[in-house]
């Protein structure tokens, strides 16, 4: 079992910067991949990012490549998102998930823990 607390957001302003993370309980948090995912108001969740259980493999959504940088600090129990010149399509619910699966990348069916999510909202 694994349960994950998301913290960071906040209201920033377009171009801003935040920096979410997630804590996860428990002793096994290194050997899972661990996901970003985020859901704006009337729309699906969709995928963000993802890092493998070492932190060497990331994947991330074509819609913010270049700006967020996902991370983790296995010894911490944590992982990150850093996210740089944000938008107002970035305006969302971002939740961290772990997977038990090798390579979960963005398919979301496939993550079976979930946070809470944490609320960034982005003025334009």
């Known amino acids: 079992q694994v349960q994950l607390v998301e913290s960071g957001g906040g209201l920033v302003q377009a171009g801003g910067s935040l920096r979410l993370s997630c804590v996860a309980s428990?002793?096994?948090?290194?050997?899972?991949?661990m996901g970003w995912f985020r859901q704006a108001p009337g729309k699906e969740r969709e995928f963000v990012a993802a890092?493998?259980?070492?932190?060497?493999?990331?994947n991330y959504a074509d819609s913010v490549k270049g700006r967020f940088t996902i991370s983790r600090d296995n010894a911490k129990n944590t992982m990150y998102l850093e996210m740089i010149s944000l938008k107002s399509e970035d305006t969302a619910v971002y939740y961290c998930?772990?997977?038990?699966?090798?390579?979960?990348?963005?398919?979301?069916?496939?993550?079976?823990?979930w946070g809470q999510g944490t609320q960034v909202t982005v003025s334009s």
């Open positions: 998930a772990a997977a038990g699966s090798s390579w979960p990348g963005p398919r979301e069916n496939e993550y079976g823990y």
């Open positions: 890092i493998s259980w070492s932190g060497r493999r990331t």
């Open positions: 428990g002793r096994t948090f290194s050997t899972y991949s």
